[in-house]
């Protein structure tokens, strides 16, 4: 029974990691397809800018040329044709300085919407492998098993003995008639037996009770039973500290539920204010797995996005920038917020790692969770190979042009 129930976790466990590379590596193709197109928008706002630096240079160096020949008008007392020639030219310079400056700031300002946008998309449709790695942590409830008492050698035949003791004396003893109660509520009507928190105690003072009633001519299943006890709080414990992660996973869960949330409202009303289908998003970008859809949607949507700001641009409003701005600010957030989430993730496949490692030269638990670390390990590998916290949060950092 141990060595089947060992290796069925251990299969689990290998075919999550499986499972999660496989989605993770389409995760890290989208996530390039991602860089490619943002590169594309750096590099084309480069090019913009640099075209519209290099002519207002020229004009400024007109200027100076044209500022010196003022001067040199009015000492030398020139007519007033050349100096209303002069000063006409200056006005047409200081508008064209002016006109460049607008359109530097306009393709830094345009990029960075674009980069928004992408950024927005991007995140939602990785949310959905990271969704499917958190299903995946299902296969961890098998860890779970470690605390199964009844799984361990010769605890469900020495349980019989223990149980039998219980039930003949709980009239005498009323710890036992409590005891019996805790048993039965743990599971061990069913056959398994998980004991942790307030529960162990009692349990272990049975146990101590059991043994003292053992006289010398049981010498064998006293020394049985004080095997047990130990297996019995190595086993709570295991359940204890693996608790404490499982507790966090439900909030892990519980804040990228939250976070799809969010995603989804802000992808909504993007759509929705660039005028584009949900349902053509949704078959070309989010659920597609080829990589040409999903590069071509990203183009596509590049161009919509400058279309709808040279559109406002031309409403002459005063408002948009200041409305766009907002929505730059809280694309940033939830990119830090997702990359936090990351964070979460990978401390908490630590913190598995911890909770295992403290338990392999063990004698009775070791053989269990050494195979049990590496499967893990090898996860934990896996997901933070495709989705790097550190990356995500740096990238929000810089991922807008200052202007």
Known sequence: MFKFLKIIIFLILVDSVAFCQQNNSEAQQFSNIKKTILQNIDQQSKSTATQNTT????????????????????????????????????????????????????????????????????????????????????????????????????????????????????????????????????????????????????????????????????????KKSEEMFLITTKAAQIRYDLQGVEAEWKSISEEMQLQKTIFTQNVDYVLQTLKLDKNDYLSRFYKSNDPTKVMNYYESVKTTTSQYLKNIKETGSHEWKNQIGYQLDEVQDLKISFGTLLHRISENLEKYEEVLKKYNNDPQLGIKTVNLNKSIQDLKNSFESNFSASEYINEARRMYKIY
Do not use: C
Request: proline share 2%; no cysteine; aromatic share 8%.
């Open 55 to 222: 002519k207002l240079k020229t004009v400024e160096s007109r200027l100076n040329k044209n500022k010196t020949s003022v001067s040199k008008n009015n000492a030398s007392s020139s007519t007033n044709n050349s100096n209303l020639s002069e000063m006409s030219e200056r006005v047409e310079l200081l508008e064209l300085r002016h006109k460049l400056l607008e359109e530097i700031e306009w393709s830094t300002f345009e990029a960075n919407v674009q980069t928004a946008v992408i950024n927005l998309f991007a995140m939602d449709k990785q949310l959905k492998p990271l969704q499917l790695f958190d299903q995946t942590r299902i296969a961890f409830t098998q860890i779970g098993e470690l605390s199964n008492l009844m799984d361990y050698p010769g605890y469900k035949e020495w349980f019989q003995y223990f149980s039998q003791y219980v039930s003949s004396n709980k009239n005498k003893e009323s710890i036992l008639g409590i005891v019996q109660t805790i048993l039965n509520s743990a599971g061990a009507a069913s056959g398994k037996l998980s004991l942790a928190g307030p529960m162990v105690q009692p349990v272990l003072s049975a146990i101590g009770m059991f043994i003292g009633s053992l006289g010398s001519g049981k010498a064998e299943l006293k």
